[in-house]
């Protein structure tokens, strides 16, 4: 089984307004609402490939309810999420406008004792399966419980995937997680360093597994994404080609796309291509990418070139 964690999910109300002006009454001329966090995300982009998971957080109040609904009406999703009693899951709004503007809520207070119910599921996870932490950490949990999990769950043959950037990837390291995907920019500011070519990013990446990775998947953005995986290989694949319409989970499905990918046979190669694929046709869409679209992606890259060395 995959679980995924999100520590705080929310609700993601997307407007569109013309030509925003501060200090008058705007009107909004665009309006959705998505359950959203990084796990909700990568749970979501499993299913479409076919891939059962279930989702673990915390939620509170009736934006918390409403996260548990649509999570299930829109994705199909399994969730096991905590049930927080002080405050409320966060509502994030996202304006389109001249210029994006955002807007964060605070989330709800997660105790220790909600956090020792989310540790007693986690208890019961087995080898084999895989567990995805993605995302920042509220100010109420400790900064360590990556750390902690990890260490609580190192012994029982798990996968682990990370997604996190600076110190936090950093201090999970040691704990030998199967996969992390850093981007180009969070490996220079990771060592303090400018790289300039493909050969510095996977000095850096065999670093990273110096450290403890596994497998370090890296994303370039318009230039693609490279591959270091624990064989020692280097996996080189290009962008999918289309009209980029949105950011936001690109990155969650990239991770998705990976993890199923390895699961259907353990080639690293079709890993990554699945990756990019629900990479690019989450960014090519409104929203997050459906299946037949993921496939028009991938087989555009199977069509393309794909080096290894």
Do not use: W
């Not at 200090?23 to 359950?35: A, D, L, T």
């Not at 353990?266 to 496939?295: M, P, Q, V």
């Amino acid at each position: 089984m995959i679980y995924t964690i999100t520590f705080n999910p929310a609700l993601d109300y997307v407007i569109t307004v013309d030509h925003f002006q501060k200090g008058i009454v705007n009107r909004v001329c665009e309006e959705h609402i998505f359950c959203g966090g990084k796990g909700i995300n990568v749970s979501a982009i499993l299913k479409e490939l076919g891939y059962e998971s279930q989702a673990l957080g915390f939620v509170a109040g009736f934006t918390g309810d409403e996260i548990v609904r649509r999570a299930k009406s829109e994705y199909d999703i399994n969730t096991d999420f905590i049930k927080v009693e002080k405050g409320m899951s966060r509502i994030n709004v996202k304006m389109r406008s001249d210029e994006e503007t955002e807007i964060n809520g605070m989330g709800p207070m997660i105790t220790d004792e909600d956090v020792a119910k989310l540790f007693e599921k986690l208890d019961t996870l087995k080898e084999g399966d895989v567990l995805v932490l993605s995302g920042s950490i509220p100010k109420c949990i400790s900064p360590r419980i990556y750390e902690e999990i990890l260490e609580r769950l190192q012994d029982k043959g798990i996968l682990f995937v990370v997604d996190a950037t600076g110190q936090l990837l950093v201090n999970v390291l040691a704990y030998h997680p199967f996969l992390i995907k850093p981007n180009n920019h969070e490996i220079e500011e990771i060592f303090d360093v400018k790289l300039e070519t493909e050969e510095d990013l996977i000095m850096y990446a065999n670093k990273l597994q110096e450290m403890g990775a596994r497998n370090v998947l890296i994303s370039l953005a318009g230039d693609g994404s490279l591959l270091v995986d624990e064989n020692g290989h280097t996996h080189r694949l290009g962008v999918c080609k289309g009209t980029v319409k949105n950011s936001v989970g690109a990155g969650d499905s990239m991770v998705a796309g990976f993890v199923a990918g390895y699961l259907n046979n353990g080639d690293y190669d079709e890993a990554l291509a699945l990756g990019t694929a629900c990479g690019g046709a989450t960014a090519f869409s409104y929203s997050l990418a459906k299946r037949d679209f993921i496939d028009e992606c991938l087989a555009q890259l199977k069509g393309g070139q794909h080096e290894n060395y």
